[in-house]
């Protein structure tokens, strides 16, 4: 399962944390490709991005950080592999009609004795 980093913890060390720059120039001499957005908050906020609920501003900037960051396009390639197989799941994992029955009938048996 992907790691869940919405509490700021386990955020993960990658050249796409800071870009290694130093000096306005990143290890190695070559020019770095800047974000408006971190990598560490691309993580922290990614099942937001994902499920839909920012402002317009905010997804733009967050998709532009998304195609332009390997680490990160990959943790989102990876939470949507797994928000896809567990929709899947859950949509093919029905309770029983017995199981169903049977529970309807427990609330309404515990409903009655409550009531008395």
Same mark, same amino acid.
Do not use: W
């Given at each position: 399962?992907?790691?869940?980093?919405?509490?700021g913890q386990g955020v993960p060390d990658?050249?796409?944390?800071?870009?290694?720059?130093?000096?306005?120039?990143?290890?190695?001499?070559?020019q770095p490709h800047f974000h408006d957005?971190?990598?560490?908050?691309?993580?922290?906020?990614?099942?937001?991005?994902?499920?839909?609920?920012?402002?317009?501003?905010?997804? &733009? %900037?967050?998709?532009?950080?998304? /195609?332009?960051? !390997?680490?990160?396009?990959?943790?989102?390639?990876?939470d949507q592999t797994v928000k896809g197989?567990?929709?899947?799941?859950?949509?093919?994992?029905?309770?029983?009609?017995? &199981? %169903?029955?049977?529970?309807?009938? /427990?609330?309404? !048996?515990?409903?009655?004795?409550?009531?008395?």
């Amino acid at each position: 399962m992907s790691p869940d980093f919405r509490d700021g913890q386990g955020v993960p060390d990658h050249p796409g944390a800071d870009h290694g720059v130093v000096d306005g120039v990143v290890d190695g001499g070559v020019q770095p490709h800047f974000h408006d957005t971190d990598c560490s908050e691309f993580m922290l906020r990614i099942y937001e991005y994902m499920d839909g609920e920012m402002g317009p501003e905010e997804n &733009l %900037r967050f998709e532009a950080h998304v /195609r332009h960051c !390997t680490p990160c396009l990959q943790q989102h390639r990876v939470d949507q592999t797994v928000k896809g197989l567990i929709r899947r799941v859950e949509s093919a994992t029905a309770a029983p009609a017995t &199981l %169903r029955a049977s529970i309807i009938a /427990r609330i309404t !048996t515990i409903r009655i004795e409550t009531s008395d």
